[in-house]
């Protein structure tokens, strides 16, 4: 019976190892598969992280675009800003300028009308009673010729008419220049404004995308090793 008993046990043993090797070798399987998953995971974790250091990349690159356009914005602007204050300046000189012009010339006209009529003359030009030749002309000298006559008088106050006109012509054509200055510096600033709100879009869109493809990416991956 004792043999008996011994040769029962001894199979049940073999039998008993013979299930462990079995699970131990399942068990080393279902290990390597799962390993070998994780770690397929993991690569593509890593791919994930790749992919969002490449982007973050590019963002950065597109912080510097805007960055400068910001710069060149803000150098511009200062730029337009000097020109507007001289074109408000040379309106106000022009301004000042057309007052001046318009009281030169107004006192020409006004004075052509008060001496330009000839019978306000003719009594001056007769000779008057016991008058030599000589002080008849002197006495016409005067009154027309000499400093303080009606003709230097006219003389002086068309000189003034043309150079107050002179003077608004210039001042004009500097106005003119400022303007179209300032105009074309307006344009070129509103044209690098919207070039640094386009840099300003891409930059937020770049930041967002690197974001969200790795949270994509990450999610998906967890997902299939669960």
């Known amino acids: 019976?004792?043999?008996?008993?011994?040769?029962?046990?001894?199979?049940?043993v073999e039998v008993l190892f013979e299930i462990t090797e079995e699970m131990f070798g399942k068990?080393?399987?279902?290990?390597?598969?799962?390993?070998?998953l994780l770690e397929s995971e993991c690569k593509l974790l890593s791919g994930c992280t790749t992919t969002m250091r490449g982007n973050i990349r590019l963002a950065a690159l597109s912080n510097q675009?805007?960055?400068a356009k910001t710069t060149q914005h803000g150098s511009c602007r200062k730029e337009e800003a000097t020109l507007a204050a001289q074109q408000d300046q040379c309106l106000v000189l022009q301004g000042a300028q057309q007052k001046l012009k318009d009281a030169a010339c107004s006192a020409l006209a006004d004075y052509e009308a008060e001496v330009g009529q000839e019978a306000r003359h003719q009594a001056a030009m007769d000779k008057l009673p016991g008058e030599d030749?000589?002080?008849?002309?002197?006495?016409?000298?005067r009154r027309y010729c000499d400093k303080g006559g009606l003709l230097y008088e006219f003389n002086q106050k068309e000189e003034a008419c043309v150079n107050a006109t002179n003077s608004v012509d210039d001042v004009t054509m500097?106005?003119?220049?400022?303007?179209?200055?300032?105009?074309?510096?307006?344009?070129t600033c509103d044209s690098i404004q919207s070039e640094m709100a386009e840099a300003a879009c891409d930059h937020v869109s770049m930041e967002n995308e690197a974001c969200r493809t790795y949270g994509t990416c990450r999610s998906q991956t967890l997902e299939a090793y669960k």
Do not use: P
Request: hydrophobic share 30%; with cysteine.
């Open 174 to 187: 500097g106005c003119t220049a400022t303007g179209t200055a300032y105009g074309t510096k307006k344009v």
């Open 133 to 141: 030749t000589e002080t008849y002309l002197d006495r016409l000298g």
């Open 1 to 12: 019976d004792s043999t008996a008993d011994d040769a029962a046990i001894s199979d049940n």
């Open 65 to 67: 675009v805007l960055k």
């Open 27 to 36: 068990i080393k399987d279902f290990h390597s598969q799962q390993q070998a």
